[in-house]
């Protein structure tokens, strides 16, 4: 049986609503590009603290900062200058006077920062954290003042 012919008019809807998927798709893609998503997953604290160490103590520019935040995969937010893991649940925002981090942890707020600050190796002290609990996630946050030239 052969398959029903269809109309050129038909023909041109099948190919129009194609092309507005596709619009719908690259619109959806720059909506994303400009307004990141963290990921889901946790990530251990400690190895966040030598990330920490790598890029806010590191860098000595605020390019070089972001080049390395790239370079990891993570995406920013052109508005806020805040970069977005797209895998583990961590922001970085290395602008503004200070290098900042963000990240959620399945640990106690103490037991994170101490892992955080282990990773972090003799710049320990330097660095400010604290921890906050939000409808039960504890929020593991770090920053230093930073001059980049």
């Known amino acids: 049986m052969a398959a029903p012919r269809m109309g050129s008019g038909a023909g041109r809807r099948i190919a129009g609503t194609a092309a507005a998927g596709l619009c719908a798709c690259l619109l959806s893609g720059v909506a994303s590009a400009q307004s990141p998503d963290v990921g889901s997953t946790r990530a251990n ?28 995969g993570m995406l ?36 994170a920062i101490a892992a955080f600050r282990s990773g972090l190796g003799v710049a320990a002290q330097s660095v400010q954290t604290s921890f906050q609990t939000n409808a039960g996630e ?12």
Do not use: K
């Open 76 to 111: 920013d937010n052109p508005q806020t200058g805040t970069f977005f893991h797209q895998e583990f649940d961590l922001s970085v925002n290395p602008g503004g006077g200070q290098c900042s981090m963000v990240f959620v942890t399945d640990r106690g707020g103490d037991e």
């Open 138 to 149: 504890v929020y593991v946050r770090a920053g230093i003042g930073v001059q980049w030239r």
């Open 45 to 72: 604290p400690e190895v966040l603290g030598r990330m920490f160490a790598n890029i806010c103590l590191g860098a000595t520019s605020l390019e070089q900062a972001e080049g390395a935040l790239r370079s990891v």
